[in-house]
Every structure is written in structure tokens, then in C-alpha cells.
């Protein structure tokens, strides 16, 4: 048995033949920021999420901070995340100078709670940001809401996310901005890279320039900023990575299908489960333990790693826990200690096949006695 990655590129002949015909032009990159195929990418994709403005970046961890920048967030103000996430979404947050204050998620469906976003605010509240964790949209009506109330920003974390659908529209043109990642593990991939989706017009100036050091125009800089440009090479890997999209969520939709029709019958595992307003990118196909016992959860990972699958626990230690960051303030994080000790993550990306579901399906169940 070839061993299966918990995810994986999946690149072909016309990914390279897009960065050969970069190469051979000579223009990888531009003092802007923006080359040809960088404004290329940025089209398409605002046109993909319905966004009337997308700004290209080096990286999804770039862009949370460029967003952070671009609502000229304060030294001490606060903003709302998620523990029940990857750092960089804390991590942005320091960067610009602000204090993440950890929120609690919802055991249904592992995203941020909206009124434990109600009960935390505080008059140094700035900004939420809501990270819709592997794939399922956060509940983002209620969200806004409460931002329209308090005169908050909200910046949503869509670095799992694309091509996900809330309420029929797709995620990237609801929040103030939107951020996603194009890493190599993504549904989609340039790599590295990112970008930044927004309906605000002075948003998207500000943040043009923060990508440029900052800069109105050549070496006049208004604004602090970074380097932030997205090379050309990856805009062009970009276009065509997004062109395949919807392709790739139909292989990951159909295997995370089929994989909840072979373990339904396993008592000791709660399935992912889609809200009907919600159309789910699946990231990654996350099941949780009912006795939430981490001990548990490693024998399972073990057997699994040791039977070729690449199943792994995304993320097994919240933010708040970590060295640097357990020292910032929270709320009270019951449910993500309950999901941090039991959740799991299987394979389904799309160059998983049926017979490979089937076969992570069976191991799981020999593991359970099934």
C-alpha cells in the first residue's frame, strides 16, 4: 500500500507549462507588485468569489497581516479569534501591534462561536476574525451583525476555504476583507502566495500600497508597509489552479460523501456535518472521538500512520497553550479543549481515489473492533 497523505498538489502539465511560459518571457516579477499575470489572477479570482476587488500577496499569513494594516489597527486594540485555529491567525495580529483575545467555538462545527464573540467584546475590540476551519464556513449573518452593533471590522480567515458557500454565496465577499492561502497543501496551490478579497474600495488602495512598502507611487511612501509582491510564477500557477477549483471541490465533496456512508455505523465517532446553508470545501474531513480522550485519538493516529494513511490532528494544541501566546487574554475555551484532545483529520483530497476511502474506512473500523 502506497502511503496517503492527509493532503497534497495536485499539479499537471499545464501548471508547468503556465511558469515555462513566464520563464521564457523574462517578467517574473514588478516593482508594483502587480505584473500582468499577478492583475490576471487578481481578476479572476475576485470574479470567482464576487469580490469587486482581489490583491495578490506572497503568502495567506502576509495577508492577515496586510488586512490587520489596511484597518490601521492600534498598539493594545483587541481582536477576536479563534485558539481552534493555526498561529499565523494570532500571529498576524501581533505582528500588527494588536492583542488576540481567544474566543470559543461551537462543538458542531469547530468554527467561532457568535455569542461568545457577544460576551467577549470590549471597548478594545477592533476587529473579529472568524476562520472557517477546515473548509466549513463560520455562521457569518450573526457574525456581522454583531460587528455592525459594536462598529467592528470583520476579517475572515479563508486560508481552507476556497470555493466554500455560505447562504449561495461564496465566501471571500462578505466580511470588511477576506484572506486566503495558496500554500502548497491548499485546495488550491501556488505554492506560497495569497490574496486578499474586498468590496471596499479604500481598502484596496491601502492595501496596494502596504504590499509595496507602503508606497503611492515609486519611492514615496505614505504609509508603513512590507514586501508583500506575488511572483509572476505563481500568479500563472494561480490561474490555472483556479480554473481546476471547482473540479477539485467535486472530488473532495464526493470522497467525503463516500467516507461518512462507510463510518456512519461507528458509534464511537461523531461526523463532520454540514449545515443546509452551507456548502463545505473540505479542506479536511474531520471526525471527533465521543469520548474525547486524547490518549485514545494517539493509538488511532498510530494505527492509522502505521497502516500508510496520513491521518493527523489538526490541532491538537490550541493557540492559548503554546508558550508565546498563553499569555494573552480569552474567554472560557471549554469546547476548544474538548475538540484540541479528540479531533481527527482523514485523506480525501482529490488525488484520493474510492478504493483509497474504502481502504482508510476499513482500517478505522478495525481499530474500533468493527
Known sequence: MVFIPVNKPFL????????????????????????????????????????????????????????????DLKHGDEVLLPSFTFLATAEAVVLAGGVPKFIDISLETYTIDPDEIRRNISEKTKAIIPVHLYGLPCEMDAIMEIAEDHGLYVIEDAAQAHGAEYKGKRIGGIGHLTVFSFYATKNMTTGEGGMITTNDDELAEKLRMIRTHGEIEPYKPIMLGHNYHMPEILAAIGIVQLKRLPEFIDKRSKNAAHMSSLLKEVDQLILPEVPKHMKHAWYLYTVRLQDNVAEKRGKLLKFL??????????????????????????????????????????????????????????????????
Do not use: Q, W
Not at 31 to 42: D, I, L, N, T
Not at 340 to 358: C, G, Q
Open 12 to 71: 499537471g502539465e499545464e501548471e508547468i507549462d503556465a511558469v515555462a511560459e513566464v520563464l521564457r518571457s523574462g517578467y517574473v516579477t514588478d516593482k508594483s507588485g502587480a505584473g500582468p499575470k499577478v492583475r490576471e489572477f487578481e481578476e479572476k479570482f475576485a470574479s470567482f468569489v464576487g469580490a469587486k476587488h482581489a490583491v495578490a500577496v506572497n503568502s495567506g499569513t502576509a495577508g492577515l497581516h496586510a488586512s490587520l494594516l489596511a484597518i
Open 305 to 370: 500512520n502505521e497502516n500508510e494513511i496520513g491521518a493527523a490532528a489538526y490541532y491538537s494544541t490550541p493557540i492559548h497553550k503554546t508558550p508565546f501566546y498563553s499569555k494573552y487574554p480569552r474567554g472560557k475555551l471549554d469546547n476548544t479543549m474538548k475538540a484540541s484532545k479528540s479531533v481527527l483529520s482523514l485523506p480525501i483530497h482529490p488525488l484520493v481515489t474510492e478504493k483509497d476511502v474504502e481502504y482508510i474506512c476499513s482500517k478505522v473500523k478495525a481499530f474500533f473492533g468493527e
